[in-house]
């Protein structure tokens, strides 16, 4: 995995990045939820218009909209609240209408943006970032041995 370094970093590059202010991660935040409905509703229909070459840009948009979260904010926070909003979404375009219309049909095209966009968003959340925790918090001090004398 040391192949991938120099495109996702590793946990220490990423803990000595500084955080950006706590009121334009609040910002972003919004942002990127709003922009995860977006790319899920073009998504949606993108992966239908072109069936073998759509659902591959729908999965390389949510992919970079998960990373580029990730790393725009530092935190796993990131990169869950646009798979947040984009799963919301898609939760409302699976659902049939009254009048018998549907947005995502039963295809496997469709299955696999499902599928392909989640697990994208999964591992976009699990990568490293520059903070221990999911809201910028700092990791905390790593712990000094106990040497025989302290006990």
């Known amino acids: 995995m040391k192949f991938l370094h120099p495109f996702f970093g590793s946990r220490d590059d990423r803990l000595a990045e500084p955080l950006p202010p706590t009121r334009a991660r609040i910002a972003v935040y ?14 949606a229909f993108v992966q239908a218009l072109w069936p073998p ?10 992919a970079g909209l998960f ?20 799963f919301l979404v898609l939760a409302v375009l699976l659902a049939p209408r009254p009048e018998g219309d ?34 910028g918090v700092p990791a905390p001090e790593p712990r000094r041995p106990v040497k025989d004398a302290d006990r």
């Open 102 to 135: 549907l947005v995502l049909s039963a295809t496997a095209t469709a299955y696999a943006y499902l599928f392909g966009g989640s697990l994208l968003g999964v591992v976009c959340a699990t990568l490293p970032t520059r903070s221990g925790f999911l809201f």
């Open 30 to 43: 919004i942002a990127l939820f709003l922009l995860g409905a977006a790319v899920s509703v073009c998504g």
């Open 67 to 86: 990373y580029g979260g990730l790393r725009a904010t530092g935190t796993k926070l990131g990169a869950a609240v646009p798979l947040a909003g984009w």
């Open 53 to 62: 070459v759509g659902v591959l840009l729908a999965l390389l948009a949510c």
